[in-house]
């Protein structure tokens, strides 16, 4: 029986997605070979590449001056890459949460001086977003984290800022319009929006390769290579590839970003509007901060010792995911854009009752 | 219609491979959820990486003083990350082919004068692996690329080196027995004989971490980062590393790497016996360094011009990826583990059909 998945990610995929996906992996179309043996370097995948690097465009508004590529190693790959490439005196970051905490780490590689980190929630336990900030405007970049996925916070709003702005998207992409533009490079691991574990999407503004530190870099570190080659510098990560690109249609049929950001909102009011209104229940993070696609909620401490009954409850419901990240403790449902309103319907119903019940 | 695959990677995989792999991305088991969807720390996914890591140590008799890692970005990363890690003063390596010299590039990154080319077959085009080369006793190891995907040599038997021995097996991994104790590390891209692109195998021995240089290393791209968290760093390839697992229980099943061996002589004798007795087809090797993996043939001066209507041929009789790479022509017959031997007769078939027709 089909499960309510509201993992962190990986996590849920469309069920027109997995139905494709498995179909190609027996067969490719026509083609006589599975989406696993075709080459990268064939016209049976050239052109799905070519399609879901369009479709990406399309559905971001991704002006033309921008590349897509798709890589290995994950976002965390990505942390060491960016300064890798970009860092020469100093590069601002704003840290927001676990992963951002990391993003940093790497840049410090290249001296901690080097690293001004503008703002901090951590006194709070990265309950929310920090505010009021300088951006030092004479940084190579600014680096920001716009949702946290472990604390449940998000930045919703596309910053102005003066020098280029690094936006790790690893969990919100796609869920709702982004003004590109503002941004100088967009990345993120694919498992969560886009498809499963083993993509990480790169949008580059393509003048950021002017920019690049004049430090030795490794081939497969510099991002000119994969750009100069579209991608396939090596061989790219196919069958996930081929995901995104299914996945990415979905999201087109349904109608765009502009229509997954109002699901997204339309769920997380559901969880929101209901834990706001709880005796039991309560929400981690500052109310205008609140993550829209992973929602981190507690039980109020007098009701603290129910949460592994709750946990119980709802894992015997056929939910899974919601156990909250031992940082935070408590739950987190990870409503991401393939999550059905319908699960979103079930977790609440199923909350309401347990609070009933237990009250 | 199903075809004959000779892809040079990715490649063919085994049909049961490819089925148990479409149901799993429908639903994993009775898990409720998709092989793509599962979260990478959980119940549904942990024991299945456990148990392929189990499979790939029981198959290639592995030592317990070694680690087996899963990662992204591919055999060209990897490039990077030797020499990252472990040159310090002097590195030794053997240039046989494109992705050799390759690797030699990208350890030069730490000085060219660290990077000593023991031995070369560029001279010849690569078409053979040079012998009788000596080892410098205080390099900090000795890199070679055991099969050459390109120009179709390859070393089969396990040197003895006086230094750490490193060696790039992607493209003949899980081909026949190896002595892994005589390496120090062995590592590729899984999408040859192991299963779709999007994961390299890493075996690493783990006194090696203790060589590692003291320059600042990005975090994922320490060797140790990844042996310390189990290949569970970040998250891994969950799909493609599943692929693997079902590889190796297919492999299993048919009675491991000697069988596999054993199968991969019968199909290439069957070609190069064949093109050996042509007055139409010649191998571009040297007979004693022959690849089992990839079997590069070209035809002889007096045919040349027939060189495209026979690759027409292939094609429209349902046979796939064996034009030969453009910086030797021909062709190239890729015969990985999963390909039957009913496609490598139907090719011979084709081929002495085509001769005779066309003397």
Not at 50 to 62: H, P, S
Not at 170 to 187: F, N
Not at 278 to 285: A, E, L, N
């Amino acid at each position: 029986m089909r499960k309510h998945i509201f993992n962190a990610g990986p996590c849920v995929l469309a069920d027109s997605v997995r139905e494709d996906t498995a179909r190609a992996v027996i067969e490719l179309g026509n083609c006589g070979q599975s989406i696993m043996e075709v080459s990268h370097r064939s016209k049976d995948f050239e052109p799905i590449l070519a399609e879901t690097i369009a479709d990406f465009k399309e559905l971001l508004n991704i002006p033309e001056d921008y590349s897509i590529l798709f890589l290995g190693g994950g976002a965390s790959l990505q942390f060491c890459m960016v300064p890798y490439n970009f860092l020469r005196t100093k590069a601002a970051y704003l840290n927001t949460g676990t992963w951002a905490t990391k993003a940093i780490k790497e840049a410090q590689l290249w001296g901690e001086e080097k690293v001004v980190v503008v703002g901090s929630s951590k006194d709070k336990n990265f309950s929310y977003i920090p505010k009021g900030y300088e951006i030092p405007t004479d940084a190579d970049y600014f680096h920001i984290t716009t949702n946290n996925t472990i604390k449940g916070t998000e930045i919703r709003e596309d910053y102005d800022s003066p020098v280029p702005l690094i936006a790790d998207m690893s969990s919100d992409i796609m869920s709702r319009p982004v003004d590109v533009k503002k941004y100088a490079m967009i990345y993120g691991g694919a498992q969560k929006n886009l498809g499963p574990a083993g993509a990480t999407f790169v949008i580059i503004k393509n003048s950021m390769l002017e920019k690049v530190s004049d430090r030795p870099i490794p081939t497969m570190l510099k991002y000119s290579t994969h750009v100069d080659e579209g991608t396939m510098f090596n061989t790219p990560p196919v069958l996930p590839i081929y995901v995104i690109g299914q996945t990415l249609k979905w999201v087109k049929s349904l109608g765009g970003v502009k229509e997954m950001e109002k699901r997204a909102i339309e769920k997380a009011n559901m969880i929101y509007n209901y834990i706001d209104d709880s005796d039991m229940f309560v929400g981690t993070v500052a109310k205008e901060d609140r993550s829209l696609m992973n929602l981190c909620f507690v039980m109020k401490d007098k009701y603290k010792d129910l949460e592994p009954e709750f946990l119980k409850c709802a894992t015997a419901h056929n939910i899974c995911g919601i156990k909250g990240h031992r940082s935070v403790g408590g739950f987190r449902a990870s409503c991401y854009n393939a999550l059905d309103i319908e699960s979103v319907k079930f977790l609440v119903d199923l909350m309401k009752d347990f609070e009933v019940k237990n009250k």
